[in-house]
T-cell receptor, first 114, second 110 residues
Framework: DTGVSQNPRHKITKRGQNVTFRCDPI?????LYWYRQTLGQGPEFLTY????????KSRLLSDRFSAERPKGSFSTLEIQRTEQGDSAMYLC????????????FGEGSRLTVL | QKEVEQNSGPLSVPEGAIASLNCTYS??????FFWYRQYSGKSPELIMF????GDKEDGRFTAQLNKASQYVSLLIRDSQPSDSATYLC??????????FGQGTTLQVKP
C-alpha cells in the first residue's frame, strides 16, 4: 500500500494523559499536513511541514500540541495533558506541492478522551 | 468572519437533477481553490481545482470561480445517489496551507 498511513487508528485515553500519533506520508511527497476534524465540521488546519521544516502552526493551537518530522519522512503529533475537547479525528495528508492542491489524506486517527 | 464559508445543508436533490454547492472566502489575495468530497466515515478526496475566473468542467462536475465576488461554486449535473457526501470547499493561503470550509452535505434521492 503506497498511500498515507496513520497509526493508531483509534486511541482512547483518560484526561491528563499524553498521546502520540504517527503519520507515514506517500514516499515522494515533500509536504505533510496535520488537520483536526470534529463531527459536522471541515478539517481544521493544525500545522504543516516541507521536508523536515515546520513552516506553519495554527495560532489557535495550544502549546500542548507539538509535531515533528525529524528526517523529512514520517511525522508525529503529540498531545500532552489531553482534555475532553481534544476528542476528534486527527487527519494527516501529504502532497508534492500546494500549487496543484492535491492533498492525499490518511484514514485518520480517532482520539477519544474520557 | 470565517476564512471559508459554506452552507452546511443538507442540500437534497432528486436523482438526475443539478446540485449547486456554494462557497465564499475572505482573503481577496487567494489564488487557488479546491473542491474535496468526503463520504461518511472516510477521508476527503480531491475532485476539482480552479485557479482562473470562469468555469472549469470535468465530466459531470463544473467548478465556477468569481474572484471579484470571492465566490466559488460546484455544479454536479445528473446527480446520482453515489454523489451523496459532504463537499468541502478549500482555499490555498499565501503561506502554503489549505483552509477548508465546514462542508455542505448533499443528499441525492433516488
Amino acid at each position: 500500500d503506497t498511500g498515507v498511513s496513520q497509526n493508531p487508528r483509534h486511541k482512547i485515553t483518560k484526561r491528563g494523559q499524553n498521546v502520540t500519533f504517527r503519520c507515514d506520508p506517500i514516499s515522494e511527497h515533500n509536504r505533510l499536513y496535520w488537520y483536526r476534524q470534529t463531527l459536522g465540521q471541515g478539517p481544521e488546519f493544525l500545522t504543516y511541514f516541507q521536508n523536515e521544516a515546520q513552516l506553519e502552526k495554527s495560532r489557535l493551537l495550544s502549546d500542548r500540541f507539538s509535531a515533528e518530522r525529524p528526517k523529512g519522512s514520517f511525522s508525529t503529533l503529540e498531545i500532552q495533558r489531553t482534555e475532553q475537547g481534544d476528542s476528534a479525528m486527527y487527519l494527516c495528508a501529504s502532497s508534492l506541492n500546494l500549487v496543484a492542491g492535491e492533498l492525499f489524506f490518511g484514514e485518520g486517527s480517532r482520539l477519544t478522551v474520557l | 468572519q470565517k476564512e471559508v464559508e459554506q452552507n452546511s445543508g443538507p442540500l437534497s436533490v432528486p436523482e438526475g437533477a443539478i446540485a449547486s454547492l456554494n462557497c465564499t472566502y475572505s482573503d481577496r489575495g487567494s489564488q487557488s481553490f479546491f473542491w474535496y468530497r468526503q463520504y461518511s466515515g472516510k477521508s476527503p478526496e480531491l475532485i476539482m481545482f480552479i485557479y482562473s475566473n470562469g468555469d472549469k468542467e470535468d465530466g459531470r462536475f463544473t467548478a465556477q470561480l468569481n474572484k471579484a465576488s470571492q465566490y466559488v461554486s460546484l455544479l454536479i449535473r445528473d446527480s446520482q445517489p453515489s454523489d451523496s457526501a459532504t463537499y468541502l470547499c478549500a482555499v490555498a493561503s499565501n503561506t502554503g496551507k489549505l483552509i477548508f470550509g465546514q462542508g455542505t452535505t448533499l443528499q441525492v434521492k433516488p
